[in-house]
């Protein structure tokens, strides 16, 4: 086999293959074997039929498309091997001559990895959040432990913000009843906007028995948008309770004496919150300094590939599970379809370009992921998908993507290398050490490598 490689740009290549005919005869007598299983002729035993009669009864054509499909994928590997070259996704094959008994003539057009430079990055420079606590956050952070432990307790009175109540609810559109627009008992903190809009408005002042109506857009079942004439009756107000902030409550909601202690803690803790924000910022602006460094083509197939895969995840996965189609979405966001595609582009480019250089980086580096990092990193996985580190290593391997972790963990790696060169300060100018930032960095590289989800969620926060 002969083959010889042109490019036609720094992504793509066409490659030209010749191969002697005899080097087919493996994949020939293949295709007859085949064929000797699947047919039946006459004077002969199922599988013991001679080639001649094969060409006679059903054409030397025949036989030779299919020890051609079986030989093309062969003889491209050994191809795109001997080029030294590494193909993007599948190519398109053009037989360009086939004499029988004589040659195979074939051309492969694919789109490659591009040779990429990775830039001199010992000169990044970014700045960051300072990492600060201030007593104000951390009487909030004990506020909201407090909330979490408030009790309640009717009250003959009318209803006030902040009192929980227990209403009977009753939707109609056009006059008519929804057969899923009734609710009975159903509890609402009033303020807290979990219901429908204008619930707050109705049911301020009214004691238990009472009753009131107001319009608002329904947001789910099947009058979902549409604007409903809504009955809300009171039958209970209970008034929240507070734990008075003292040693007693410290006692109540955590493992310390004091609350003296239960604040020292809540303090660390936001301060820990801080610092892991802290690195997961320097993480994303080094590594966007280090796009802007760097010369990166890109594949248009791939592109466009990773651009529709990105629409498809978001329309058919993340909006289905929160139960509102694209065009709503994008209500939510406040962007047109133009404006959406443009943004889902630049994205996919920018994970592109991130898996590129940093792929590249790892083998300059010849950086290797072992078994405690591959397993470390398959618990953090695990932890965010809701899954046991059991459940989701078992749907890993039976889908495959044990590669795919192996890859964001070398790209961690990778990165957290550009972020120790950098100089990363806060906006107090002190100096950030990131020394351990490895773990932070494969996250920030998964996120970098797929925006949408971020988008997803803060749209079903909206909506909410």
Same mark, same amino acid.
């Given at each position: 086999?002969?083959?010889?490689?042109?490019?036609?740009?720094?992504?793509?290549?066409?490659?030209?293959?010749?191969?002697?005919?005899?080097?087919?005869?493996? /994949?020939?007598?293949?295709?007859?074997?085949?064929?000797?299983?699947?047919?039946?002729?006459?004077?002969?035993?199922?599988?013991?039929?001679?080639?001649?009669?094969?060409?006679?009864?059903?054409?030397?054509?025949?036989?030779?498309?299919?020890?051609?499909?079986?030989?093309?994928?062969?003889?491209?590997?050994?191809?795109?091997?001997?080029?030294?070259?590494?193909?993007?996704?599948?190519?398109?094959?053009?037989?360009?001559?086939?004499?029988?008994?004589?040659?195979?003539?074939?051309?492969?057009?694919?789109?490659?990895?591009?040779?990429?430079?990775?830039?001199?990055?010992?000169?990044?420079?970014?700045?960051?959040?300072?990492?600060?606590?201030?007593?104000?956050?951390?009487?909030? /952070?004990?506020?909201?432990?407090?909330?979490?432990?408030?009790?309640? /307790?009717?009250?003959?009175?009318?209803?006030?913000?902040?009192?929980?109540?227990?209403?009977?609810? %009753?939707?109609?559109?056009?006059?008519?009843?929804?057969?899923?627009?009734?609710?009975?008992?159903? *509890?609402?903190?009033?303020? *807290?906007?979990?219901?429908?809009?204008?619930?707050?408005?109705?049911?301020?002042?009214?004691?238990?028995?009472?009753?009131?109506?107001?319009?608002?857009?329904?947001?789910?079942?099947?009058?979902?948008?549409?604007?409903?004439?809504?009955?809300?009756?009171?039958?209970?107000?209970?008034?929240?309770?507070?734990?008075?902030?003292?040693?007693?409550?410290?006692?109540?909601? *955590?493992?310390?004496?004091?609350?003296?202690?239960?604040?020292?803690?809540?303090?660390?803790?936001?301060?820990?919150?801080?610092?892991?924000?802290?690195?997961?910022?320097?993480?994303?602006?080094?590594?966007?300094?280090?796009?802007?460094?760097?010369?990166?083509?890109?594949?248009?197939?791939?592109?466009?590939?990773?651009? %529709?895969?990105?629409?498809?995840?978001?329309?058919?996965?993340?909006?289905?599970?929160?139960?509102?189609?694209?065009?709503?979405?994008?209500?939510? %966001?406040?962007?047109?379809?133009?404006?959406?595609?443009?943004?889902?582009?630049? %994205?996919?480019?920018?994970?592109?370009?991130?898996?590129?250089?940093?792929?590249?980086?790892?083998?300059?580096?010849?950086?290797?992921?072992?078994?405690?990092?591959?397993?470390?990193?398959?618990?953090?996985?695990?932890?965010? *998908?809701?899954?046991?580190?059991?459940?989701?290593?078992?749907?890993?391997?039976?889908?495959?993507?044990?590669?795919?972790?192996?890859?964001?963990?070398?790209?961690?790696?990778?990165?957290?290398?550009?972020?120790?060169?950098?100089?990363?300060?806060?906006?107090?100018?002190?100096?950030?050490?990131?020394?351990?930032?490895?773990?932070?960095?494969?996250?920030?590289?998964?996120?970098?490598?797929?925006?949408?989800?971020?988008?997803?969620?803060?749209?079903?926060?909206?909506?909410?």
């Amino acid at each position: 086999m002969k083959s010889a490689v042109e490019t036609l740009n720094p992504t793509r290549v066409r490659l030209t293959v010749e191969v002697p005919f005899e080097e087919l005869k493996d /994949s020939l007598d293949a295709a007859y074997k085949k064929i000797n299983q699947q047919v039946t002729v006459k004077g002969f035993r199922k599988g013991k039929i001679p080639a001649r009669v094969i060409d006679q009864r059903f054409g030397r054509g025949a036989v030779l498309e299919e020890a051609v499909n079986d030989a093309l994928p062969k003889f491209y590997t050994e191809a795109i091997n001997e080029a030294e070259l590494n193909p993007l996704g599948q190519p398109e094959v053009d037989i360009t001559e086939l004499k029988d008994g004589e040659t195979l003539n074939f051309t492969a057009e694919v789109d490659i990895r591009p040779a990429i430079e990775i830039p001199d990055y010992s000169g990044i420079e970014v700045t960051v959040d300072a990492v600060e606590v201030s007593d104000e956050d951390v009487e909030k /952070s004990v506020e909201q432990l407090r909330e979490r432990f408030a009790s309640t /307790s009717p009250v003959e009175r009318a209803a006030e913000d902040g009192d929980v109540v227990t209403i009977d609810l %009753q939707a109609k559109v056009d006059g008519e009843v929804l057969e899923d627009g009734v609710a009975e008992g159903v *509890s609402y903190t009033i303020g *807290s906007g979990e219901l429908l809009e204008g619930i707050d408005e109705a049911v301020k002042g009214l004691e238990a028995g009472g009753e009131a109506t107001f319009t608002s857009e329904l947001k789910g079942g099947s009058a979902e948008g549409k604007e409903a004439e809504v009955t809300v009756k009171v039958t209970q107000v209970a008034a929240r309770e507070l734990p008075a902030l003292d040693d007693d409550f410290a006692q109540l909601a *955590s493992e310390f004496d004091t609350l003296d202690e239960l604040k020292a803690d809540s303090r660390k803790r936001l301060e820990n919150m801080k610092q892991y924000d802290q690195a997961t910022q320097a993480q994303e602006r080094v590594l966007d300094e280090l796009l802007k460094l760097a010369e990166v083509p890109i594949p248009e197939k791939l592109l466009a590939d990773e651009i %529709q895969t990105r629409k498809h995840n978001l329309e058919h996965h993340q909006l289905g599970q929160m139960g509102i189609d694209l065009a709503k979405y994008l209500e939510i %966001q406040g962007k047109t379809e133009e404006e959406f595609t443009a943004e889902t582009e630049e %994205q996919a480019v920018k994970g592109i370009k991130t898996q590129f250089i940093l792929d590249e980086l790892v083998n300059k580096e010849k950086l290797n992921v072992n078994q405690e990092e591959l397993t470390e990193h398959l618990m953090r996985r695990a932890a965010s *998908s809701g899954m046991s580190p059991d459940q989701f290593a078992q749907a890993v391997v039976e889908g495959g993507q044990v590669p795919m972790l192996v890859g964001e963990v070398a790209r961690g790696k990778a990165l957290a290398v550009v972020v120790e060169a950098a100089k990363v300060t806060d906006t107090n100018g002190e100096i950030v050490d990131l020394d351990d930032a490895e773990d932070e960095a494969a996250e920030t590289v998964e996120a970098a490598a797929d925006a949408e989800p971020a988008e997803a969620e803060a749209a079903e926060k909206t909506e909410a």
